[in-house]
């Protein structure tokens, strides 16, 4: 299985501030990286395909880059309504896996 | 658009059977190249993907559950279902079944929670 490293597992910022999440896989999974975020209580939401694409709906301040294992997520301007847990997940192969999470707090 | 919806028993007693439905609305489950996949998330923890399966009836499973794994469809009723047999307090999660699109879950129902417990 490919594993999945987030980093970090928790942060605070404050409202305004650029906020980046990074995600290492095991092994080179080019560019089959999606992320999500989750409010407490609520399922997953997928912001992110493909490693670089905005799914529809979702804000431009969403922003996701990386090839092979390194991978970044961002948020260029935190707001109070992006409190969650953010993931990562490959979709290199079977099975698919999940990072730990990086929970994001103002 | 498409919704799911998730149900079953909150509440299976060890050794025995987790049988849950997902309930397909706003469009046809057979409709698209889609895969269906069912996920689970143990209370505070990360998500664990349990396997998936498309219209045709085809699956797979996660290695680390595929013992105890069953999935099937029913096209006709716009539903899928999960069977996870010999649960242990380990499996107790809230469990989601989805949409997976090329790779991605873009499509998630609300969740359910299931506790293992006598």
């Known amino acids: 299985d490919i594993q999945m490293t987030q980093s970090p597992s928790s942060l605070s910022a404050s409202v305004g501030d650029r906020v980046t999440i990074s995600c290492q896989a095991s092994?080179?999974?080019?560019?089959?990286l999606n992320w999500y975020q989750q409010k407490p209580g609520k399922a997953p939401k997928l912001l992110i395909y493909d490693a670089s694409n905005l799914e529809t709906g979702v804000p431009l301040r969403f922003s996701g880059s990386g090839s092979g294992t390194d991978f970044t997520f961002s948020i260029s301007s935190l707001q109070p309504e992006d409190v969650a847990t953010y993931y990562c997940q490959h979709s290199a192969n079977l099975p698919l896996t999940f990072g730990g999470g990086t929970k994001v707090e103002i | 658009q498409v919704q799911l919806q998730e149900s079953g028993p909150g509440l299976v007693k060890p050794s025995q059977t987790l049988s849950l439905t997902c309930t397909v609305s706003?469009?046809?489950?057979?409709?698209?190249?889609?895969?269906w996949s069912w996920i689970r998330q143990p209370a505070g923890k990360g998500l664990e993907w349990i396997g998936r399966i498309d219209t045709s009836g085809s699956t797979n499973y996660n290695p680390s559950l595929k013992s105890r794994v069953t999935m099937s469809v029913d096209t006709s009723k716009n539903e899928l279902s999960l069977k996870l047999s010999s649960v242990t307090a380990a499996d107790t999660a809230v469990y989601y079944c989805?949409?997976?699109?090329?790779?991605?879950?873009?499509?998630w129902g609300q969740g359910t929670m299931v506790t293992v417990s006598s």
């Open positions: 706003g469009g046809s489950i057979s409709s698209g190249s889609y895969y």
């Open positions: 092994q080179d999974i080019t560019n089959y």
């Open positions: 989805a949409r997976e699109n090329r790779g991605a879950i873009d499509i």
